[in-house]
């Protein structure tokens, strides 16, 4: 059992997606600290609020505290949805470990038990140390004129709350992997969608998060206040009222919603451990059916159906585009890097709504923060979309390249260009054209007309920067270059999402300017088409023996001084 147990732990850094396990460590690491740092700036932060309201406004002290044990306990539910994110294929029994294991002369109880063993640890080892950065300086900035006893008990109490809150949500999520894990069909994208979710959820938190609370001292010593309320439906209620009850509040309304958190957190853990051991069971019987053909049902017909109308009667460059677009649409790896892409812009979205909205009626009219929502989204996905094309998916697939396709042509080219304006432009305009229920339908068909040529010209700049058919050549470090490039990502959301939002904006009521800026962006397109067409030819199918740079050499070590 301790064997099967350290393999389950270290099975939650392990990815065939990238080189090394150190470099998946590494990200761990690099993904806990990104996690724990603003929960600690923002408990250190608080320190200058509290003695403000201390000397100015003691009667706010009870409610400011329990908003941000709140904003706290939301805090840790979705670092915790992060990290179930991260690891989600892990949480789980899948066909491989059910084809491994099963065979083996191990009890299943023996197995289920060593799994349940490593989530808890998982749980356990994430939870606490993000949630213990918080507790510390929060209890002690929250209890500075109350006693040590108060700061215990407030400490408890943070631990205690949040520790509960993250067990409710990874219990939950295991469970989504169990069923998850059950289903034959659209498992991968149900798993992207949701790591989607989860990524967009701590984002969008720490931009919402700083303006939930201010306080500012207002004239003739009085205090201003903006305190963000917290729905009574939601679960974070139900862990505040054991975090105020652990502390030792009043309230009426705090003992039912304690003994709701209680409850929810154990009826999670059961769910958990029953979904556990009806997955491996249903993958032990998974195991011993033959697998489902891949090649069995069609995968994105309509996109497919773009991308050959684009390339035209080039069979290459259609089967090429087709080989794309498939791969995106049905594997896991490939679909991580669009959806972790697409949250950032997600979360860029909901800080332009929230930072500039004053109401509903803000979103009623054209406005920068609301026409660019479809170029920005689409703008990360489509740097998502890039760093997946590094991602290898079939090795093998090069050798079916090399052996039946041309060494050199147009047609690899012109099927990159074809699968990114086909996955990108379509979404971007439907998105566009929903816009017309909240600025009009005018403004709307406009709208989708400028971000469509807007989108089909990025896309022709990013097939640029690729000379390779995606997914057939194996993954060389660091060549997306996500962290090292940020300024020119950074540059490219004015150029592509900001800056031609603010033009549109200036020149609504003007149809010839819209035209004009519709002709010089397709100039620039059909200029980046005759670069393109020229640098084409310069492109050769890889080798699936082919090496990455720097490793191709070889080395001679000479062993003759050594002694045997």
């Not at 969608?193 to 931009?207: E, K, M, R, T």
């Not at 059916?289 to 995968?299: G, K, Q, V």
């Not at 998502?384 to 042509?409: I, K």
Request: net charge positive; hydrophobic share 55%; proline share 5%.
């Amino acid at each position: 059992m301790k064997v099967l147990f350290r393999e389950f732990v270290a099975q939650f850094f392990v990815s065939e997606s990238v080189t090394s396990d150190h470099q998946l460590r590494a990200a761990a690491i690099g993904v806990m600290a990104f996690l724990i740092t603003p929960g600690f700036l923002r408990s250190m932060q608080l320190s200058v609020s509290f003695e403000f309201l201390w000397f100015r406004a003691p009667h706010l002290i009870e409610p400011f505290i329990r908003l941000n044990a709140s904003l706290f306990i939301t805090y840790g539910i979705v670092a915790m949805g992060v990290i179930a994110a991260f690891t989600w294929d892990a949480l789980g029994f899948d066909r491989r470990d059910a084809m491994v294991l099963g065979p083996l002369p191990v009890r299943g109880a023996t197995v289920i038990t060593a799994k349940l063993a490593a989530l808890g640890a998982l749980l356990l080892a994430g939870a606490a140390v993000v949630n213990v950065m918080t507790a510390v300086p929060f209890a002690m900035v929250a209890s500075n004129h109350t006693g040590g006893i108060a700061a215990l008990r407030h400490f408890t109490g943070h631990m205690v709350a949040t520790m509960c809150a993250a067990a409710f949500v990874f219990c939950i999520l295991v469970t989504a992997r169990a069923l998850v894990g059950m289903l034959g069909e659209r498992r991968d994208a149900i798993t992207s969608f949701v790591q989607f979710i989860l990524v967009s959820a701590v984002l969008c938190y720490l931009v919402v998060a700083p303006a939930a609370i201010t306080v500012t001292p207002g004239r003739r010593g009085t205090v201003r206040t903006s305190m963000m309320e917290i729905p009574r439906w939601s679960p974070t209620n139900w862990f505040l009222g054991l975090y105020e009850t652990i502390r030792g509040s009043s309230g009426s309304d705090l003992w039912p919603h304690a003994q709701i958190a209680v409850a929810a957190t154990l009826a999670s853990v059961v769910l958990a451990v029953l979904a556990t051991v009806i997955g491996y069971r249903r993958q032990l019987q998974l195991a011993l059916a033959p697998s489902a053909s891949a090649a069995a049902n069609s995968a994105a017909p309509l996109r497919r159906a773009l991308a050959r109308l684009i390339v035209g009667r080039d069979r290459v460059a259609r089967a090429t585009a087709d080989f794309i677009i498939q791969t995106v649409v049905r594997n896991r790896p490939q679909q991580a890097p669009i959806a972790v892409n697409t949250a950032i812009g997600l979360a860029m979205v909901v800080a332009g709504l929230a930072y500039n909205a004053n109401g509903v009626a803000s979103l009623m009219q054209p406005r920068t923060a609301v026409l660019w929502m479809p170029l920005l989204l689409a703008y990360w996905g489509t740097i998502g979309l890039r760093a997946s094309f590094f991602v290898p998916s079939e090795l093998r697939a090069a050798w079916v390249f090399e052996t039946n396709a041309p060494v050199r042509s147009r047609a690899y080219w012109s099927a990159v260009r074809a699968s990114l304006i086909a996955l990108v432009v379509p979404p971007a305009a439907c998105l566009s054209l929903a816009l017309g229920c909240l600025v009009g339908w005018r403004v709307a068909a406009w709208h989708a007309f400028i971000v469509s040529t807007i989108l089909v010209f990025f896309a022709e700049l990013i097939a640029l920067t690729i000379n390779y058919i995606p997914y057939t050549r194996a993954y060389p470090p660091g060549h997306a270059r996500l962290k090292s490039m940020w300024p020119v990502y950074l540059f490219g959301i004015f150029a592509i999402a900001l800056w031609p939002t603010r033009y549109e904006l200036r020149h609504l009521n003007d149809p010839d300017a819209l035209r004009q800026m519709a002709m010089w962006i397709g100039a620039a397109i059909v200029t980046l088409e005759i670069v393109g067409r020229r640098r084409a030819l310069k492109w050769t199918v890889a080798s699936e023996e082919e090496v990455p740079d720097g490793l191709s050499s070889t080395i001679v070590v000479s062993l003759s001084g050594a002694s045997v």
